[in-house]
């Protein structure tokens, strides 16, 4: 069927047309919605693809979150923490490499040690590249103190996804304990964002339990919040967490990818000047998930520069790809995957989310 898009988007986009084309099962419809949103991207921002360099710090974690395969619970990880030297040579390598960008991530860890080695790191990684490199954190939950001291040392951006925003499945997919609490995780996205942070979140798709109103509320929970990036993903499963065990009420692998699409187009539809990645867990799926994100309204993307020694302890899910491949093959096939997409590699360019200054100098 062919829909009128023209006609759809002259009014604005509501929540129940939103929620009827994520349910909609229609390819041709699906493909018109991804030109749609491509096009509103390519006249807002431009097609430009920006790179953050991805270094996976430490797979420690003090959380538990059912999903996730580096949980506290899982013994079966062996768990590392990337020494500063590496990290150092890793900063280094997206420099040389006119990736402008890096994130770093990890476990949520919040003792001192942790937390005062973070600060350390940032003021190197700023010495050593004269802060030519712009920096995400997406370290988890942090008290207010903590996120204004590493905002003062040299990191721009911040990624905490809320991972849904139903409070209910939240209680699904996280045990219910202090250690992991709904409100707790909101209060620390506005700390970041009125710090000053860049701020992004982001949700998973296909969780047992999730509804076609539950992304419809995401989406505009996004835009109620005034975010500046967002990364959502498919969820995939990994076989030693509890939610695993949930698989056969799941959508098939394929249908979360498609529907991670749909959710990407119509974000970009919602917020046209904000960053919006494709995921990793796109590229898991299929191996042209990524692509398919950028041609679905995404602009930014992720190659992971963390050492190969490394790389295969930082198991999320099952079937994580590229993780016996060196930063620099990682590059050469994210260029290439890029260009494939009909985007354009933004080298040297910080990229940073139109909204974000938008939103700044109006303060
Ligand atoms: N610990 C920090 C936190 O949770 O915010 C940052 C690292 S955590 C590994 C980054 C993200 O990985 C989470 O926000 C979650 O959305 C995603 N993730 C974890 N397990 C996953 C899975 N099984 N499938 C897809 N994404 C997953
Ligand atoms: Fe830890 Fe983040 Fe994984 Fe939760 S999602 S277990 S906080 S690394």
Known sequence: MIYDFEQILKSELGSEMVKYLLSLDDEAAAKQLFAKARETRDAVIGNKVYLRGLIELSNRCSKNCYYCGIRSGNKNVIRYDIPDDEVLKAAEFALQNNYASIVIQSGELNDKTFTKRVTSLLQKIGNLTQNQLHITLSCGE??????????????????????????????????????????????????????GYQTGTGIMIGLPYQTFDDLTNDLFFFKDFGIHMVGMG?????????????????????????????????????????NI????????????????????????????????????????????????????????????????????VAYDQWGDSKFYKRSQSKQ
Request: aromatic share 8%; net charge neutral; proline share 8%.
């Open 234 to 274: 498919p969820y995939i499963e990994h076989p030693d967490t509890p939610l695993a065990k949930f698989s056969k009420i799941m959508l098939p692998l394929q249908q979360r990818l498609e529907l991670t699409l749909k959710m990407i187009a119509l974000l970009r539809l919602l917020m046209p000047d904000i």
């Open 142 to 195: 942090q008290s207010p103190d903590v996120y204004r001291q590493w905002f003062d040392n040299g990191a721009q951006r911040y990624l905490l996804r809320i991972e849904t925003s139903s409070e209910s499945l939240y209680y699904k997919i996280h045990p219910n304990n202090p250690k992991h609490n709904f409100t707790h995780r909101l209060n620390a996205l506005e700390s970041l964002k009125g710090i």
């Open 277 to 344: 990645a494709s995921t990793t867990a796109l590229q898991t799926i299929d191996p042209l998930g990524r692509e398919k994100g950028i041609a679905a309204g995404a602009n930014v993307i992720m190659p992971n520069i963390t050492p190969v020694k490394y790389k295969e302890n930082y198991n999320l899910y099952e079937g994580k790809p590229c993780l016996d491949e060196e930063p620099d093959q990682c590059t050469t096939c994210i260029d290439m995957r890029v260009k494939l997409a009909g985007g354009e």
